[in-house]
């Protein structure tokens, strides 16, 4: 459903135009829809994974899904509203809507977080590849959930102190380095699997699993870089 309604958004984006940048576009509705979406059946698989008791996994899933829906959600609300989304204090409903969706990303990190810890853990019924895809994938997660909290920081202090319309304008400016390290969790473990699904025996993948996690780092460095100095 996230990913039908990103997929949906992306269409109206093409009928009806508009700007792709900026607080107010069908952008964010169209790439917040897709990214969740990948990310919660990401997040669902790679949780298989981990050393979990099939209660708490149900917990945290429920939890995750539910918060998807939930910023998703808001983020569409806004958007057919034609006011943005993020730390829009101008009426009482834009800023309780701006409050939810700061809500449900600590909600976010607080769930995320505990997976990553649990990854963390020793996990003799996985792989050594797949341990260390897991656990760098979490990672980059975690770096992609910070410079989102990040970016809502900025915007917000910059609204407190500053204007609003200078508030908008700035807090995307880590969006190139969220992008590529939320993915992460996605990438490096595929990768694993992918490895083992073709017979490469464990020693191969995990050298192999080890490159693409420099590789990836490296990418996650550059994107913080380039995004620091762009600001």
């Given at each position: 459903m996230l990913i039908a309604a990103g997929l949906f958004h992306l269409a109206v984006f093409v009928v009806d135009g508009g700007p792709w940048e900026g607080p107010v576009s069908w952008r964010k509705p169209a790439t917040f829809g897709l990214s969740f979406g990948l990310t919660l059946i990401t997040v669902t698989w790679v949780a298989s994974y981990l050393p979990l008791g099939e209660r708490l996994r149900n917990v945290l899933l429920g939890v995750f899904a539910a918060d998807c829906f939930v910023e998703v959600g808001g983020i569409t609300l806004q958007a057919w509203r034609g006011v943005p989304s993020h730390i829009n204090r101008e009426t009482a409903f834009d800023s309780a809507v701006s409050t939810v969706l700061a809500a449900g990303g600590g909600v976010l990190i607080v769930v995320l977080?505990?997976?990553?810890?649990?990854?963390?853990?020793?996990?003799?019924?996985?792989?050594?590849d797949m341990r260390l895809a897991l656990r760098a994938g979490?990672?980059?997660?975690?770096?992609?959930?910070?410079?989102?909290?990040?970016?809502?920081?900025?915007?917000?202090?910059?609204?407190?102190?500053?204007?609003?319309?200078?508030?908008?304008?700035?807090t995307g400016?880590?969006?190139?380095?969220?992008?590529?390290?939320?993915?992460?969790?996605?990438?490096l473990p595929a990768l694993a699997w992918l490895l083992a699904f073709i017979g490469w025996n464990e020693m191969r993948r995990l050298r192999a699993v080890r490159l693409a996690t420099i590789a990836y780092g490296v990418a996650i460095a550059i994107a913080l870089a380039y995004s620091v100095v762009a600001a």
């Open positions: 977080g505990i997976m990553a810890v649990i990854a963390f853990r020793p996990n003799v019924g996985v792989s050594g979490f990672v980059t997660l975690m770096i992609g959930l910070a410079t989102g909290a990040a970016m809502i920081a900025r915007g917000v202090i910059e609204a407190n102190t500053g204007s609003q319309e200078t508030a908008y304008a700035v400016f880590l969006k190139l380095a969220h992008g590529v390290s939320l993915h992460g969790v996605l990438v």
